[in-house]
């Protein structure tokens, strides 16, 4: 084998070596691959009980109303308790509800909110769409999660949350509500 043959062998195989290690410099645990990816709009909270895609939807009467999916990992049945909403600057909103409990049983994801869902859980004045609020939900044996949810104006890609009369509003996606 000539010394030219051997000299383009030699530094192909380091070439070849070299991108291997070092392309595996920008990984390790916390590589982006290896992270939660989160999608949607509403924030997340994961634990005990996870509280999933929590965010408020604005209404028409300047109410908004609570939407998110939470998800019981606890091996007994739980309620909601109560639901406490601040402005990140401490200011208390007030919060109404047709029922002010709702069952979570064991291993079940319940969603709050929905069309179908009575009105759900609304600060009746204070939330305003584009900035976040502080949301506090107690639970009867589980720890309490507070989690800073988006509050998003109504538009079509929410028209199945609950608006402030109970129903989704008609007008908003052009089709009716469910």
Known sequence: MSTVRRRRLAATALAVTA????????TGFNAQTNQVYQPAVGANHRGEM???GTL??????KSATLSAG??????????????????????TLPVRSAKMSLPLPAGDLTTVGGASDAGGFQVADGATAGLYVRVTLTFSDAAPVTIQAPVVARTPEYAKVAGSD?????DVSGEGSE
């Open 19 to 26: 991108t291997l290690t070092l392309g595996g410099c920008g």
């Open 50 to 52: 996870d509280v999933l």
């Open 56 to 61: 408020f939807v604005m209404n028409e009467d």
């Open 70 to 91: 939470i998800a019981n990992n606890t091996e007994s049945d739980q309620t909601l308790s109560s639901i406490a909403v601040t402005t990140l600057d401490g200011k």
């Open 166 to 170: 109970g129903l989704a509003p008609s």
